[in-house]
Structure formats: C-alpha cells, structure tokens
Nanobody, 114 residues
Framework: VQLQACGGGSVEPGGSLTLSCAAS????????MGWYRQAPGKQRELVAL???????NYADSVKGRFTISRDNAKNTVDLQMSSLKSEDTAVYYC?????????WGEGTQVTVSS
C-alpha cells in the first residue's frame, strides 16, 4: 500500500488547514485510515482515525477542532483542522492499517505561528 499526502503548510493561530491522503495498492475491505503527528522532541501520537464503516477516534487535544472524513470509493482520507494552535505544529503522517499492518505516508509539515 502506498500513501500520498498533501496539504500541509504554515498558518497563523486560529487558522485552518486541510490535509488529504490517498491510498493505492492492495487494499482490502476492512481497514482504518487516519492521521498521526510528531512534534520536535516528542513521540508520534494519534490525531484522528476512521474505520471504513465510519467510526472515529480523536485525540482529546483536537476534539471539536479537527474533523476526519474519508471516501471509501477513492480510498482517501481528509483531516480538516480549524482553530489551529501553536501546539498543533508538527509533522503529520497519514496512516493506513489493514491485516494488522501499518503503512505510513512521508509526512507533511504543519506550522502554526504568528
């Protein structure tokens, strides 16, 4: 499975960004797509994930500000980020999980700064 992500960039606090990721390759019917992030000096952490049936899981720090969505027909997942804070600054990684295997995108930088 290959993942191609896009949409990172720089934004001021309170701003919005949308990340997008497309999966291709050998994709089976049961899978989970999501986003993780890693800030400098910190471990990679879950941001949000979504099963193919629509169940979601969000990190407490982003609840109410970020929204994950996916298009099962296109095997894409989006992360709409609003009310961004400086602590959201990190490299964001698209994740695809199936058959107990994790696949990762290359990562896209999100910088929130005035």
């Amino acid at each position: 499975v290959q993942l191609q992500a896009c949409g990172g960039g720089s934004v001021e606090p309170g701003g919005s960004l949308t990340l997008s990721c497309a999966a291709s390759g050998s994709i089976f019917s049961i899978n989970v797509m999501g986003w993780y992030r890693q800030a400098p000096g910190k471990q990679r952490e879950l941001v949000a994930l979504m099963t193919k049936s629509g169940s979601t899981n969000y990190a407490d720090s982003v609840k109410g500000r970020f929204t994950i969505s996916r298009d099962n027909a296109k095997n894409t997942v989006d992360l709409q980020m609003s009310s961004l804070k400086s602590e959201d600054t990190a490299v964001y990684y698209c994740n695809f999980r199936q058959l107990s295997m994790d696949y990762w995108g290359e990562g896209t930088q999100v910088t929130v700064s005035s």
